[in-house]
C-alpha cells in the first residue's frame, strides 16, 4: 500500500514515457513487501507485530520475503530501495527493522511520479468500466463519493485528519484481505486460477468544483 498527497511541480515533472513508469523501480512490489512483513504470520512475533530480520536465515528471512513479494527484484535490491526510501534500518547486528507501513512515496519525486499515473491510470479504468456497464449495478465495479459544495473551508485541516485515520484503516484492512486472496498468500498455486490487478483508493479533493 502506498501513502501521500498529489505531488506538487510543473506538469513537465509528470512526462514520462509509458514504458518507462509501467516498469520503474516496482513501487508497487515495494507496498506489497511492506504488506506481507505486516501481515504475513511467518514475518509476525507472537504480539502480531513484524519481526526484525536477517538477510539470510533458517527460518523467516529478509531474502525469503522479498522473493515471495517481488521475484523480478534481487533481495540486495530491494534493501537498497528500502534504506533510500527510509522504510527500514539495519541495526548494529545487521538485523533489518522495518519503519513503516506503507510506501511514503512523496519522499521521492519518480515514485511519486508513478504513483500518481497509475492511481490516474486505476480511477479512469473504474469510470470506463462503469460507463460501459450501464445501469447493470451487478457489472459495476465500487465507486461513491462524498459530495458537499458549501463546506466550512476552516475545517478542512480537521478533515484530512479524519480522512488519514479512517481512510488509512480502511486501507490496511484492504491490504489484508486482498493479500489472503493473492497469488503471495500461498492459496492461489493452481495454474487454474486466474490472476488479475486490483487496486483500492481514498482520496481527499478540495477547491472548487
Known amino acids: 500500500m502506498t501513502d501521500g498527497r498529489f505531488p506538487g511541480g510543473s506538469r513537465s515533472s509528470l512526462k514520462l514515457p509509458f514504458s518507462d513508469w509501467r516498469r520503474f523501480p516496482n513501487t508497487l512490489a515495494i507496498s506489497d513487501l511492506l504488506t506481507l512483513w505486516h501481515h504475513d504470520v511467518s514475518y509476525l512475533d507472537h504480539s502480531g507485530k513484524p519481526l526484525p530480520l536477517r538477510m539470510r536465515s533458517s527460518h523467516a528471512s529478509f531474502r525469503s520475503l522479498a522473493k515471495k513479494a517481488a521475484p523480478s527484484m534481487t533481495a540486495p535490491q530491494m534493501l537498497t530501495e528500502l534504506k533510500r526510501l527510509k522504510a527500514v534500518r539495519v541495526d548494529a547486528r545487521g538485523q533489518i527493522h522495518v519503519r513503516q507501513r506503507s510506501l511514503q512515496i512523496y519522499n521521492d519525486k519518480r515514485h511519486r511520479v508513478i504513483h500518481t499515473l497509475t492511481s490516474l491510470h486505476g ?15 451487478s457489472k459495476q465495479l465500487f465507486q461513491r463519493v462524498a459530495w458537499n459544495s458549501d463546506f466550512d473551508a476552516t475545517q478542512v485541516p480537521k478533515l484530512k485528519i479524519w480522512v488519514g485515520r479512517y481512510g488509512q484503516a480502511l486501507l490496511e484492512s484492504a491490504d489484508g484481505w486482498m493479500l489472503k486472496n493473492s497469488k503471495k498468500s500461498g492459496r492461489n498455486s493452481k495454474k487454474s486460477v486466474s490472476l488479475t490487478g486490483v487496486s483500492i483508493g481514498v482520496y481527499l479533493s478540495v477547491g472548487s468544483h
Open 123 to 137: 480511477f479512469i479504468n473504474t469510470l470506463r468500466h462503469n460507463l460501459n456497464a450501464g445501469s447493470d449495478n
